[in-house]
């Protein structure tokens, strides 16, 4: 029962992904967004996706040797 509440939640995720990019192309439309704005959220992902992986990448070296 875990396992198919799991797949269900997993699923909800991916309809609310595909979402995101109509939800946007509406927004510019209605003038909501401007393209400045969408620049510095591309900018913003790049960040945390460069420091998500540096984070992994250097998080094993970091560990305490015992």
Known sequence: ????????????????????????AEAFRQGNLGIMDYYRMKNIQADSSMRESIADA?????????
């Open 1 to 24: 029962m875990a396992v198919a509440l799991e797949q269900e939640m997993r699923a909800r995720v991916v309809e609310a992904e595909a979402e995101v990019p109509r939800a946007m």
């Open 58 to 66: 250097g998080g094993d070296d970091q560990a305490p040797k015992k």
